[in-house]
């Protein structure tokens, strides 16, 4: 079987060609199982032409290196984390900014429409040779910690802290006093177990796919950062599909996007539960401790603007913020 870089097998005859599709979901997990479905449309939608192979729970390495082979087309399709590829497409920033959504329902109301779809967004993922075929859920980002709970943001002062490696990340956790470390997802455990890293801001399901839930003692649900994932695909590849199988990948974003976060979301519930359950403390925070995050994190705000563009802002117009 042909492995594509660009370009399709003929229809009806000859083989049909492989088209990689690579994702941090653990293998055999409702999010993997997600993304199947997404690649068996594909697969009907062209009639033949394309079967997707699906590597997936990092299979084929970090988030950052993986999207780097689909941009260059390398691999076709890319699912991962918004946090992850803003550092290759600048503009997603602004999803990452904390306190962005305050709750899940906000995020529903506006996941369904094209908010990456405007013309300027279009044209920042085209110069990074990506199209895009929709967004998700992954879960909250919430503070693990090996050997003290956090309650109040002074409480990370001085701690190594493992940063998503994003100039974004870099602005929100360096004003409260942090040591920072930049380390691939891969990598994190390591970095755990050699005391490099004594906390990290990950989602309980990368808790779960990084091996870590044996290296926290404690787990404090900040909710400081909504992490949506999005699924993108080569551009070249995208446009040298047939139209109507360009058509019908884009008509069910929306339906993506609602099965993505439904499983998304009870993941998330089900990953913090299963921490308690490991022996690592739930830290319940209180009202005046939330906000107190929100404050301190608040000047993020304007660097995810400034990082994200023009196209960033139209993200944010997108959404009515």
Same mark, same amino acid.
């Given at each position: 079987m042909a492995v594509a870089v660009f370009g399709l097998g003929a229809a009806g005859g000859g083989e049909p060609l492989t088209w990689v599709l690579s994702s941090m979901a653990p293998e055999g997990s409702p999010s993997a199982a997600v993304l199947d479905e997404v690649a068996r449309t594909l697969e009907r939608a062209a009639v033949g032409r394309v079967r997707v192979r699906a590597r997936h729970g990092?299979?084929?390495?970090? &988030?950052?290196?993986?999207? *780097?082979?689909?941009?260059?087309?390398?691999?076709?399709?890319? =699912?991962?984390?918004?946090?992850? =590829?803003?550092?290759?497409?600048?503009?997603?920033?602004?999803?990452?900014?904390?306190?962005?959504? *305050?709750?899940? =329902?906000?995020?529903?109301?506006?996941? +369904?429409?094209?908010?990456?779809?405007?013309?300027?967004?279009?044209?920042?993922?085209? *110069?990074?040779?990506?199209?895009?075929? +929709?967004?998700?859920?992954?879960?909250?980002?919430?503070?693990?910690?090996?050997?003290?709970?956090?309650?109040?943001? &002074?409480?990370?002062?001085?701690?190594?802290?493992?940063?998503?490696?994003?100039?974004?990340?870099?602005?929100?956790?360096?004003?409260?006093?942090v040591r920072l470390v930049e380390v691939a997802l891969p990598q994190v455990v390591e970095a755990f177990r050699d005391q490099r890293v004594e906390a990290t801001?990950?989602?309980?399901?990368?808790?779960?796919?990084?091996?870590l839930a044996d290296q926290i003692h404690h787990f404090t649900p900040t909710r400081h950062v909504l992490q949506s994932a999005v699924l993108f695909v080569n551009r070249r590849a995208f446009d040298e599909l047939p139209a109507s199988a360009q058509r019908t990948l884009l008509k069910h974003r929306t339906e993506l996007v609602t099965k993505a976060t439904r499983v998304g979301e009870m993941l998330d519930d089900e990953l913090v539960q299963a921490l308690a359950a490991k022996g690592v403390a739930v830290v319940a925070l209180t009202p005046g401790e939330k906000e107190a995050f929100r404050r301190a994190l608040a000047p993020a705000h304007a660097e995810a603007l400034a990082i994200g563009g023009p196209a960033g802002t139209e993200i944010l117009e997108a959404i009515g913020r």
């Open positions: 990092g299979a084929l390495g970090d &988030e950052a290196s993986t999207l *780097e082979l689909c941009q260059k087309g390398r691999i076709q399709m890319w =699912a991962g984390s918004t946090g992850a =590829a803003s550092a290759s497409v600048p503009a997603l920033s602004v999803l990452d900014a904390p306190y962005l959504f *305050e709750d899940l =329902a906000a995020f529903q109301r506006i996941a +369904g429409r094209d908010v990456l779809g405007g013309p300027r967004m279009t044209a920042h993922l085209r *110069e990074h040779g990506l199209a895009h075929l +929709g967004m998700g859920f992954i879960g909250w980002r919430a503070l693990s910690t090996t050997r003290k709970a956090i309650r109040r943001p &002074e409480d990370l002062r001085g701690l190594a802290l493992r940063i998503q490696p994003s100039p974004l990340h870099r602005a929100m956790w360096r004003p409260l006093g801001d990950l989602p309980a399901l990368y808790i779960f796919a990084a091996s």
